[in-house]
């Protein structure tokens, strides 16, 4: 079974809420990623987890925090939403002993409002 | 860091007419290189991945050329069909650093019967 699954798949919120999304796969792949993908774009890489080593990209560090308590699980965490946080959020993972690719989620569509 | 140029922006072919999507990346180091379909409200479809150097591989209905000494990705659908109608990415990985894949912007793709 190469599914990741994210929850919810859709997503409301209200600027300056909070915003937890989740991911899981059961692969037992070592690195999970979240990417951010809004409309004519190409999807940004936001963080990722090698194991349970957390990677923040530089320009999103202060924005986005994430957490994975187990191998399975990866949630990618909005502490207060912002007009420009509205995107299509991807999770992807990728076994450790394998080549580049990633396996995406199906994505949650995050609108703020 | 790297970076990935993809042409064109928009695409806009008859049924049973060829498309071209062309995407250029500068890191001489790039090892891994794939190609992903989304289509609308979906998440990313994996069409095909290359390795190593000058490479064509076929697929159902496409081709994928690399030529890694002019850093040139390019996928070719020989004869689209209304269902080839989406967004379709290149992506590019040097390896290391967790296998970061560099996105193109993307290729929106329009054909019609």
């Known amino acids: 079974d190469t599914t990741v699954k994210q929850n919810p798949r859709y997503k409301l919120a209200r600027v300056g809420k909070p915003v937890n999304l989740i991911c899981s796969q059961t692969?037992?792949?070592?690195?999970m990623y979240w990417y951010q993908k809004k409309p004519n774009q190409a999807p940004k890489l936001l963080l990722f987890y090698y194991d349970k080593i957390l990677n923040r990209e530089a320009d999103t560090f202060e924005k986005f925090q994430s957490s994975r308590p187990n191998n399975s699980f990866c949630s990618l965490y909005i502490g207060s939403a912002g007009l420009e946080y509205s995107a299509m959020y991807l999770c992807?993972?990728?076994?450790?002993?394998?080549?580049?690719?990633?396996?995406f989620g199906p994505g949650t569509r995050l609108t703020v409002l | 860091g790297e970076q990935v140029e993809q042409r064109p922006p928009h695409l806009s072919v008859r049924e049973g007419d060829s498309a071209v999507i062309t995407c250029t990346y500068t890191d001489p180091n790039s090892y891994y290189f794939f190609w992903y379909k989304q289509e609308p409200g979906a998440s990313l479809q994996l069409l095909m991945k290359v390795f190593s150097s000058t490479e064509i591989n076929e697929g159902q209905g496409f081709t994928v050329l690399l030529n890694k000494k002019d850093k040139r990705l390019s996928l070719n659908l020989t004869a689209a069909h209304p269902g080839d109608s989406a967004a379709y990415f290149c992506a590019v990985s040097a390896g290391g650093s967790n296998y970061k894949l560099t996105f193109g912007k993307g290729t929106l793709l329009t054909v019609t019967p």
């Open positions: 692969m037992n792949h070592d690195t």
């Open positions: 992807a993972s990728r076994r450790d002993w394998g080549d580049a690719e990633q396996f």
